[in-house]
């Protein structure tokens, strides 16, 4: 176990550090501002689910399934299932997976929008007057403060399930 135990607290660390260096924002250029917001939130994302990838299969280790390849809490509730085994571990990620107001859904879906950015439709405006002529600049604090709030979550669910797993 200490090796993906290792793996999910180093991406955690990285996802740390990006939320660190996302203070500096304020000293980009104002043309580089949205690609450097956009660059760290799309990699704090990034390892935010790798540590949750990471997480999958110290849970597998812990239960003691033979190695396979898990991209879901699903999967490898499916492999478990096969194998005869039941994970009651896997129950608290697939219930946040389900709600669809949880942080872990709203995580999920940031991280599905970094792959397959949903399409928009731009709304053609007739009055040009009444055209927005320059893009609103996103919120860039905003962004960083539900980047942390999705970390600080993350961490406490993995201490919360760490401390569970110990006891099977």
């Known amino acids: 176990m200490a090796s993906f135990a290792s793996r ?3 991406k955690l ?3 740390r550090l990006l939320l660190q260096h996302f203070d500096q924002v304020d000293q980009q250029d104002e043309l ?4 450097f917001i956009s660059a760290h939130a799309d990699a704090v994302v990034f390892h ?3 540590a949750l990838q990471a997480l999958l299969y110290e849970i597998a280790e812990t239960a003691r399934m033979p ?6 809490a699903a999967d490898l509730q499916r492999a478990a299932e096969d194998q005869g085994r039941v994970i009651p571990h896997l129950n608290q990620i697939l219930e946040l997976e389900k709600d669809s107001f949880s942080w872990l859904s709203q995580l999920n879906r940031r991280y599905r929008d970094c792959w397959l950015p949903e399409l928009k439709q731009v709304e053609t405006v007739n009055d040009t ?3 927005q002529l320059i893009p609103l600049a996103s919120d860039s604090v905003s962004e960083q ?3 942390n709030s999705w970390l600080e979550s993350l961490q406490a669910f993995i201490r919360d399930l760490r401390q569970t797993m110990q006891e099977f």
């Open 8 to 10: 999910t607290m180093q």
């Open 13 to 15: 660390y990285s996802a």
């Open 32 to 35: 580089v501002r949205p690609a």
């Open 48 to 50: 935010l689910q790798g």
């Open 67 to 72: 190695q396979g390849e898990w991209k879901t």
């Open 129 to 131: 007057s009444a055209a």
């Open 145 to 147: 403060q539900q980047l």
